[in-house]
Nanobody, 119 residues
């Protein structure tokens, strides 16, 4: 069974920083793209940032310049460094491992971690 273990959420004041971590198995981490999604109350889940197995990154426009996604291949862990946080960043953040093949699209999800930005 594939597991994505997240950590690092919490309460932070506007302008503050948090770092999320997501660890998985080597067999997943070595070939899957890894990403972070978020879902705020009453809204659809949205992509925040993504890093391909080869290292290419992609960000939502709303977080560009503030968030950085990175992957540590030695630890099979992906990180999301979040700086200059805003109240609108408040959401449950989910780690994702995704793979697209010629015949299937495979996704695994973490359990989610709450990020609350409030004074």
């Amino acid at each position: 069974q594939v597991q994505l273990v997240e950590s690092g959420g919490g309460l932070v004041q506007p302008g503050g920083s948090l770092k999320l971590s997501c660890a998985t198995s080597r067999s997943i981490f070595s070939i899957y793209g890894m990403g972070w999604y978020r879902q705020a109350p009453g809204r659809q889940r949205e992509l925040v940032a993504f890093v391909a197995s080869g290292g290419t990154t992609n960000y939502a426009d709303s977080v560009k310049g503030r968030f950085t996604i990175s992957r540590d291949n030695a630890k099979n862990t992906v990180y999301l460094q979040m700086n200059s946080l805003k109240p609108e960043d408040t959401a449950v953040y989910y780690c994702n491992a995704g793979l697209v093949t010629s015949t299937a699209r495979i996704n695994y999800w973490g359990q989610g971690t709450q990020v609350t930005v409030s004074s």
